[in-house]
């Protein structure tokens, strides 16, 4: 009889390119959950909107590349924890400005009021 399963790697997949499916991030252990290291894995991630999969295996069993298709590196039937498929709807988020456009603006609108209060001077 096999033990079960202790050291869990999530791994976080995109729909495409066409019918495949691109790794997003993958995790082995994670820090902090119990006051140190352990073997449980987690992910948190920004995402938009769009279908995903989330995969489960056993260590060592890693994505062996950028695609699903690529396969595992111990890829083996009780290796392979699972598969779920998750669809992460949402409005779209507006971009936060980066420093370029918060400089144009800055000095845009200055120029901008200085321009309009001189046509107004002009008539
Ligand atoms: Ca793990």
């Known amino acids: 009889m096999s033990s079960p399963p202790t050291d869990p790697i999530l791994a976080l997949w995109q729909a495409g390119p066409s019918s495949d499916w691109t790794l997003v991030s ?5 820090y902090g959950a119990y006051g140190g290291w352990d073997w449980d894995s987690g992910l948190r991630l920004d ?13 060592s069993n890693f994505a062996k590349g950028p695609l699903l298709s690529d396969g595992f590196s111990g890829a083996g039937g009780s ?6 498929t998750l669809n992460i709807t949402g409005d779209t988020v507006a971009p936060v400005p980066e420093t370029e456009e918060w400089v144009m603006l800055m000095v845009g609108l200055p120029l901008v ?11």
């Open 26 to 30: 993958q995790n082995d252990d994670v």
């Open 113 to 123: 009021g200085w321009m309009t209060r001189r046509r107004q001077e002009k008539t």
């Open 79 to 84: 290796d392979n924890l699972g598969a779920y």
């Open 47 to 59: 995402l938009m909107a769009g279908s995903y999969m989330a995969t489960v295996t056993n260590y």
